[in-house]
């Protein structure tokens, strides 16, 4: 009795607490949970908070130094334990394509293109970044396009295929995507699936508006890439 | 099967929130307990200017010295607050350091190198509204202003001559003092750089706690609520400020990052809608409501929340009055 007792004292608590942040942070890193929430130049803050918090763990669990300061302790440890321990057990799984839907696709500024990839070797966000800087699709048209993302579902036409692009998390996402001629006689993509695509750049007309489509000649499921959001 | 996707969607957006925050966090309780083990009396804190004008001022100054967003800001903003800091000083620093501070400034810079009225209005703008907050603020009783287990702390640091013993309601008479207030108190000794730690670990269990839940209501959010609802009227000059100010409360980005957020959709929006954005989202948003319980009492935060709005709107109709 009094040796649960024991094992539960608020110093104990709080030691737990902290260093299941800690382990959180950590394991978000190493499980590259983090490439699907964040960018990669923040990541070494989570790296550093994850140590941190368990150094300030191994202090509390040295048990010399008592803060009995607050009477709220035991409830905020026992919280902070649930929460760390809900991140810890439910890892990220966000929908993308439900994500884009929610977001305004035209989000992207002026693009700076620096240099220009040959066209078998351009992302689909270079190409999106190309065809905004200058939209002529006579100018791609018959240029081979390799390409992989996820099936955004678009009202009244084809899906297109999307990446998402961000400037720090996931929460500031926005889809860009191109659109698609899927083959004949093979069933829609599903919404959210990854997908390679080989294929050419066509023109098509849409009311009186002529752009570049991509006329998919090979469709490959893929799984989803190790980073998923582009900068 | 929507609802399900909508659920992982929130859940990965609330993570998302919450490890790119908690660095942060992290960050702003390591300030102040550095602050509280190289000045454990914190003498230099009550002599700050306590000025309707200069103490706002002079608060803000300090996000030079000890720059960190507006997560980070709220443990250093309670360390000046319980170490006896003028309130005007110490609301000047809570409202105008996650603007004023070169880390913000830079990322402002490097996301609008071609707009430099933008690059001048940002810190400007965030010194008026510390400035008004300030002086609107401290027109309440501290006891209305600040939460009672704040307001005790501080009144340990604040000499006699300004608070009575009945009000400090610790020590010589009232309750235990160890009971009432954290055992490092108001002396002015160094404390053991252990206890120092261990009293930083429960700082940060507490925010960590609040920003849980406030990461939880802005995944919720817009998760909800479609982000094009939020800027379909963006040619509109008054609207576009409105809907601005909303998206900032609703995204609650680290001020840090926000100018790059801006940057996507300032094409669409009025200039004034942008400073808008950049203004209000370090002084409130939904992320910050929590922790901010841990200073401010809930009256406070909402004349904080009101007032703040009203500045920025006013701020982005002038600039749009200059720049349409």
Redesign the interface.
Known sequence: MGQSASALSPGRL?AL??AL?GVA?LQ?ALSG??D???RAV?HP??W??GI??LL??A??I?G???????A??RW??L??IG?ALA?LA?P????FA??AA???AN????PGLSFVLPPAQRSLTDWVRLLRAEPDPRLYAGDPVRISGFVLPMPGEEPHLARLLV??????A?PVGLPVRWPAGQPQPRA?QWLRLEGVMVSETVGERQRSVVDARLVEPIPRPRQPLEP | MIAVERLATTWALFQALLVEAMPFLLIGVALSTLARWISPGGKWVRDLPAHPLLGPLSGAALGFALPACECGNVPMARHLLVKGAPIATALGFLFAAPVLNPIVLASTWAAFPDQPWLLAARPLGALLIAVCLATLLRLLPERELLQPALLEERRLSQPLGEVTLLERRSGLIGVPAGAAVPALGGSSRRPPLGQVLSHGGSEFLELALLLVMGCAIAALVQTVVPRQWLIAVGGTPTLSILSLMLLSLVVSVCSSVDAFLALGFAAQVTPGAVLAFLLLGPVMDLKLVGLFGILLRPRAILLTAGAASLVVLLIGQWVNLLLL
């Open positions: 709080k607490a902290l942040w942070l978000s949970r983090l699907l929430l964040l923040f803050l989570v550093g908070s941190l918090l300030l763990a202090v509390e040295s010399r130094w008592s803060d009995g300061s607050r709220s302790g905020t440890s919280l902070s929460a991140v439910l990220p799984r966000p929908s439900d994500l929610n977001r305004q989000l992207l500024e002026e400037r720090c998390c996931l929460v500031d926005v959210d």
